[in-house]
């Protein structure tokens, strides 16, 4: 965020500063767009492999409870990216 007193005075270096935010807000947004397909691919994959390794039954939820995979995906979906210093969600 742009504090008020770093705001310049002439409007090319004002519209410079607007355009330049919104490239990082951009960014941000791309970034963010790639966690959303990595979490939808891997729970995907995680689906696959549930029905693989303990076919359509309802027992296939408690031996992944006590694996505590789900914790691990839920953790890093609340991660905030700022939070993200091992760029786990950026690859």
Same mark, same amino acid.
């Given at each position: 965020?742009?504090? &008020? !007193?770093?705001?310049? %005075?002439?409007?090319?270096?004002?519209?410079?500063?607007? $355009?330049?935010?919104?490239? +990082? @807000? =951009? &960014? !941000?947004?791309?970034? %963010?767009?790639?966690?959303?397909?990595?979490?939808?691919? $891997?729970?995907?994959?995680? +689906? @696959? =492999?549930?029905?693989?390794?303990?076919?359509?039954?309802?027992?296939?939820?408690?031996?992944?409870?006590?694996?505590?995979?789900?914790?691990?995906?839920?953790?890093?979906?609340?991660?905030?990216?700022?939070?993200?210093?091992?760029?786990?969600?950026?690859?």
């Amino acid at each position: 965020m742009i504090e &008020a !007193l770093d705001l310049p %005075q002439d409007l090319a270096a004002a519209h410079a500063i607007i $355009l330049a935010d919104r490239e +990082a @807000r =951009l &960014a !941000l947004e791309r970034v %963010q767009a790639g966690e959303r397909l990595l979490i939808e691919k $891997l729970r995907l994959e995680i +689906a @696959r =492999l549930r029905r693989q390794a303990f076919g359509n039954s309802s027992k296939w939820g408690r031996k992944l409870k006590q694996l505590g995979i789900e914790a691990v995906i839920e953790r890093k979906q609340r991660m905030a990216p700022e939070d993200d210093d091992d760029g786990f969600l950026l690859h």
